[in-house]
């Protein structure tokens, strides 16, 4: 019998993931990645039993720190905004996929994203669901060994099939992003994990001028609304300069901009053959923001020229690039 080892949570999605696989005909082990959290675990084993699959709990506390969490908290420090989902699947969650795979004999993985793949390239999946942009920074060697059972379905097919099948998942809410970060916001996290390393209060500016204090740049990113109206108008970040530890505000038409250079570019499929093309682009997990765009590779960078405004692309965050519906790959936003 042929062997898949999927990621397996304590959520409605892997759990049908799984129940679908067996359908299928594959032999099937959830691994869920323990980084604590008691009622989660105990929830995920619990979706195991019900699937009927094999069930293995992996720690990936070590990788979760140092390719994740450390990263993330220091590019809020730096006044930049992460996207950790991404690099997760990537850097720690696909390879700890990978090596449980060589032990459990299987040449497969698979995930519950809804993203369509064809063995090669990676789709779209439903417009109402689709997290291609989730999965934007894999390797042409992950995508070729990864299987995406809920590519063509959407979540309210999911849930009904949950339901359907008695599972105890069918109702649970769904995951949140920064899945570290539990019963906390993101800045207490911050400041529970720095402490006395964050620099406090700074300069507030809107047109070349002082208008105010801020109480830490890690609190703030592009195209954030300001808790203060600037006469009668609504005020947004514009811009946060960790160096001088000042934040930038802008009225709402100043947010957007024609052009995103991008970082740390990986592709799919392998490298474009051309250091120019057409494509689309998607700057952070929407699905109504994907404005098509002229890019042109140089170096280690991309640049994208967009034909309609694209709203406050953030130094830090994570974009996605598409032909059509294929997801080409990725990069991280840089400031122009």
């Known amino acids: ?16 993931s799984a ?8 032999d099937v082990l959830g691994v869920y990645m323990d980084i604590g959290g008691e009622e989660q675990l105990d929830n995920a084993r619990k979706n195991a039993i019900e699937a009927g699959i094999a069930f293995e709990a992996v720690r990936v506390d070590a990788e979760m720190d140092a390719l994740v969490k450390r990263p993330f908290v220091e590019a809020y420090i730096h006044g930049r905004t992460p996207m950790p989902c991404t ?37 779209m999946g439903n417009k109402d669901c689709d997290q291609s942009f989730m999965l934007s920074r894999l390797t042409p ?11 063509e379905m959407d979540k309210t097919e999911v849930r ?26 993101y800045i207490a996290y911050i400041q529970e ?40 108008r609504r005020a947004y970040v514009k811009s946060i300069n960790a160096a ?45 923001e994907t404005p098509a765009c002229r890019v042109r590779i140089k170096g280690d960078c991309a640049f994208a020229e967009t034909e309609t405004p694209l709203r406050a692309p953030a130094p830090g965050q994570s974009a996605a690039l598409y032909a059509g519906e294929m997801l080409l790959g990725g990069g991280t936003v840089e400031k122009d």
């Open 160 to 185: 009904k099939m949950a339901t359907d099948l008695g599972f105890s998942c069918a109702s649970r809410p769904d995951s949140r992003e920064n899945c570290f970060i539990r019963d906390k916001s």
């Open 193 to 232: 994990r720095c402490g006395d390393m964050l620099r406090g209060e700074g300069d507030v500016t809107f047109e070349g001028r002082v208008i105010g204090r801020h109480e830490g740049i890690y609190r703030y990113t592009v195209g954030q609304r300001w808790k203060n109206d600037i006469g009668d």
């Open 141 to 151: 060697e992950q995508v070729e060994r990864l299987m995406l059972p809920l590519g």
């Open 87 to 123: 690099l997760c699947n990537r850097n720690v969650k696909l390879p700890a996929l990978f090596e449980t795979a060589k032990r459990f004999g299987a040449d497969r993985i698979a995930t519950g994203h809804y993203v369509r793949s064809d063995g090669k390239h990676l789709f």
């Open 1 to 16: 019998m042929r062997r898949v080892v999927l990621g397996l949570s304590d959520g409605v999605d892997s759990c049908v």
């Open 244 to 288: 001088a530890n000042t934040v930038e505000l802008c009225l709402w038409e100043e947010l957007f901009t024609n052009r995103v250079v991008l970082s740390e570019l990986s592709f799919i499929s392998g490298a474009p053959p051309n250091s120019e093309f057409s494509a689309s682009i998607r700057v952070r997990h929407t699905r109504w």
């Open 19 to 26: 129940y679908l696989l067996k359908q299928q005909g594959f």
